[in-house]
């Protein structure tokens, strides 16, 4: 079983909708969350990191259930530059190693 | 100001032959991560230094692969000899030195990467 799990998509949504993504790790020891997004060929970047409490980035909501080891991302009113690939990210202890997701890809269309 | 800087951008060798990667973390950044991210893996961590020390080198796939760290501002991945398989995008990170309490303290960032492949 992968560390951290993803469903790979791609999600083909309309401009302005709502779309959500979620990922499950299997290590119940992990303490750090995060979200990246990937643009096609280029290198990963930071999104937003996730907190137990929930947390909310503009049009972007992120969610920890540790008792279920379920992360999620959702966002809202979807704009075409949000079109990449999300990777969900674990880091299992506090050392800087992190873990990557897959990825689960978006498309956002007009 | 400059970020993760990577060189080359793209290798195209054959196999067996010696490959060198070259990264350039930020300035002051404490911590150098080098991944390799293909479409059946995804991206896997393959060592990473603390202060130009390895830390974790467990993710190295075998013998033919290393990589040092001669000082703070520059990293090398050598591998030796190459093959087919090794054909990936090889990232360089970097990380500054975070306290507990800051929220972000392990953000990574990442250089443009090294498209490689082996023929």
């Known amino acids: 079983r992968k560390e951290v799990e993803q469903d790979p998509g791609p999600f083909n949504v309309p401009e302005g909708a709502t779309v959500a993504f979620n990922c499950t790790y299997s290590n119940s020891a992990s303490q750090s969350f995060f979200w990246y997004r990937q643009d096609c060929r280029k290198e990963p970047k930071l999104l937003m990191s996730v907190y137990s409490s929930g947390n909310e980035d503009g049009r972007f909501t992120a969610q920890l259930n540790r008792a279920s080891q379920y992360i999620s991302l959702l966002i809202r009113d979807s704009k075409l530059s949000d079109s990449a690939t999300y990777l969900c990210v674990v880091a299992m202890d506090s050392s800087y190693k992190l873990i990557f997701g897959s990825g689960t890809r978006l498309l956002v269309r007009p | ?119």
């Open chain 2, 1 to 119: 100001d400059a970020g993760v800087i990577q060189s080359p951008r793209h290798e195209v060798t054959e196999m067996g032959q010696e490959v060198t990667l070259r990264c350039k973390p930020i300035s002051g950044h404490d911590y150098l991560f080098w991944y390799r991210q293909t479409m059946m893996r995804g991206l896997e961590l393959l060592i990473y230094f603390n202060n130009n020390v390895p830390i974790d080198d467990s993710g190295m796939p075998e013998d033919r692969f290393s990589a040092k760290m001669p000082n703070a501002s520059f990293s090398t991945l050598k591998i030796q000899p190459s093959e087919p398989r090794d054909s990936a995008v090889y990232f360089c990170a970097s990380s500054p030195r975070g306290l507990r309490g800051r929220h972000t303290y392990n953000e990574q960032f990442f250089g443009p990467g090294t498209r490689l492949t082996v023929l």
